[in-house]
């Protein structure tokens, strides 16, 4: 309510009219821009998971980043994480596993799962409580 009674006045104020209907044509374009990504992502995460099992990090780290931490949540999510509790930070720990690895032993995530690399493929498994964090 505060929004829509004190913020978007002040912002039609300070920018003049026709705030608002921008605010939400750029809602809806980027809506339909991130509706477009995720269809890629779930092509590109056909493509990238390792016949193996896990998922292929040369492959990851090949793709866009908007591409890529996409994948990365639908993994983390595939793998047990509850969505509403994934957060960016969780993606950017699994993302460096991916893009940045430095021999960085895994990252812990939501519903007890965790990431890790390992032969070049990133594994999701459900974490040990008793292994401390490094």
């Not at 309510?1 to 006045?9: D, I, K, N, S, T």
């Not at 003049?16 to 991130?34: C, F, K, M, W």
């Not at 990851?60 to 793998?79: D, E, H, K, M, S």
């Not at 040990?128 to 490094?134: I, K, L, V």
Request: aromatic share 4%; glycine share 14%.
């Amino acid at each position: 309510m505060r929004v829509r009674y004190q913020a978007l006045p002040a912002l039609e104020g300070a920018l003049g009219p026709g705030v608002t209907e921008a605010l939400a044509r750029s809602a809806r374009l980027l809506q339909a821009d991130a509706e477009v990504l995720e269809d890629l992502a779930a092509k590109q995460a056909e493509r990238v998971r390792g016949e193996e099992g896990g998922w292929r990090a040369d492959l990851l780290a090949g793709l866009p980043a908007a591409i890529r931490t996409r994948v990365l949540r639908q993994a983390a999510i595939g793998a047990g994480c509850p969505p509403g509790a994934l957060t960016a930070g969780h993606i950017d720990a699994l993302d460096a596993l991916v893009t940045s690895w430095h021999g960085q032993r895994w990252a812990d995530l939501p519903g007890g799962v965790r990431g890790r690399r390992q032969r070049g493929r990133l594994l999701f498994t459900a974490g040990n409580p008793s292994e401390p964090a490094g």
